[in-house]
């Protein structure tokens, strides 16, 4: 059986899109290992290398929101091309910084132009698929993605054993065959003219159905986080199970992701959004809950498989319901606020989970994970988003 039989009829800019996506991951390795660069190569201390993982967060803070607005108005392809080329390009010059203010400028583009990829990424492929392919796309995005990471980051421990600068050099290489792959394939329509009589689509500041759908979904961001934070305290530092099993954990959740994804968005493909939503919310409540009484390799295991099943149901529904609600001069700005959410929950996530953590134990933690996931989902299962529309052609 074909799990990804489904996929047939996409467009072929949506497989050059992922391929590209595919080609960057691939050398992604200088954002794990930043710190480690910091204090190893250039000598720095702790709180400075800190400080500069802090410009990083920052840098991709200030440019979710503002990535996609520019998105909407120059074109999605532009902006993802742009940002490929430029973003390549800063991790080539990057070693070659000496001065510590320069390189924390350099950092902080860094991280505002790779930033830029996602609302434009997230953006075009809605403009490309039908809106009952969507969810589909997205998760074909994402086995792209994790694909990616699965081999980036260990390919980078091995460079980095011999040369933190050729960590840099090798993820910016990737990330220019990324952008070369779209820019010998993928030709940029222009922008469809607007219908007549079509008014601009409003500010999703002002998107009331928007700020329902994102504000539950933080919080939901910052347990799914805890993979980040908590969970490798848990797994290596109390239960002593060591960082091979940790990252064998990644194992099982990557494989899982290739094998069903895909073929789990398209059965429920068409699902409402609330429905897909509160599934996934669950599947996130338990996995991590359940994570307070998993003591041992295989009740880790199951526990990773459930909150797995919670990710792929989660994230793709959520970037479809976003994209269902934008107006299509919009999309761009709408999908840099869900970039900006992810953002917020990487950076409080960790942080305030490791604090509860110290503060009232491990097992407090994962039992405040389910009770936060399970309110988040209540609050999502309500989420019904417009009927949708049939998606415009690609921009340019």
């Not at 132009?113 to 698929?129: E, R, V, Y």
């Not at 840099?336 to 929950?345: E, P, Y």
């Amino acid at each position: 059986m074909n799990p990804w039989k489904g996929l047939r009829g996409l467009p072929r800019e949506v497989w050059l899109v992922c391929a590209s996506t595919l080609v960057n991951r691939l050398g992604t390795m200088a954002l794990p290992f930043l710190v480690l660069y910091l204090t190893e190569a250039r000598r720095w201390t702790p709180e400075q290398a800190a400080f500069g993982m802090m410009v990083y967060g920052t840098g991709a803070l200030t440019a979710g929101p503002f990535a996609g607005r520019l998105a909407d108005r120059l074109g999605h392809v532009r902006v993802l091309k742009a940002s490929l080329w430029i973003s390549g390009a800063l991790m080539l010059v990057l070693p070659f910084a000496g001065a510590r203010p320069l390189l924390f400028v350099l950092i902080f583009l860094w991280a505002a132009f790779t930033q830029a990829f996602w609302p434009s990424a997230m953006a075009l492929l809605a403009d490309l698929a039908a809106p009952e392919q969507r969810k589909a796309v997205y998760a074909l995005h994402r086995l792209s993605v994790n694909l990616g990471m699965a081999v980036g980051p260990a390919l980078g421990g091995v460079i980095a054993h011999h040369s933190y600068t050729w960590v840099f050099w090798t993820d910016g290489l990737s990330t220019l065959a990324g952008a070369v792959l779209l820019g010998l394939l993928f030709t940029a329509a222009p922008r469809p003219a607007a219908p007549q009589g079509h008014a601009p689509g409003a500010s999703p500041w002002r998107d009331r159905r928007l700020a329902y759908l994102l504000l539950p979904f933080i919080p939901m961001l910052m347990v799914f986080f805890q993979i980040e934070g908590t969970l490798p305290l848990w797994v290596v530092r109390d239960l002593g199970l060591g960082s091979r099993f940790y990252g064998l954990l990644f194992t099982v959740n990557t494989l899982l992701i290739v094998a069903l994804e895909v073929a789990l968005n398209l059965a429920m493909a068409r699902w409402s959004h609330g429905r897909q939503l509160f599934l996934g919310s669950l599947f996130l409540a338990f996995g991590f809950g359940l994570t307070a009484w998993a003591t041992g390799h295989a009740t880790l295991i199951l526990t990773t498989m459930i909150w797995t099943f919670g990710e792929m149901t989660l994230f793709p529904a959520m970037s479809d319901a976003v994209a269902t609600l934008a107006p299509p001069d919009r999309r761009g700005e709408y999908m840099g606020l869900l970039s900006l959410c992810f953002a917020i929950g990487l950076a409080l996530g960790p942080w305030l989970g490791v604090l509860a953590y110290a503060k009232a134990g491990p097992r407090a933690l994962w039992i405040a994970t389910f009770g936060v996931s399970l309110a988040a989902g209540l609050m999502l299962a309500r989420f019904r988003t417009p009927a949708a529309q049939k998606a415009p052609g690609p921009t340019g």
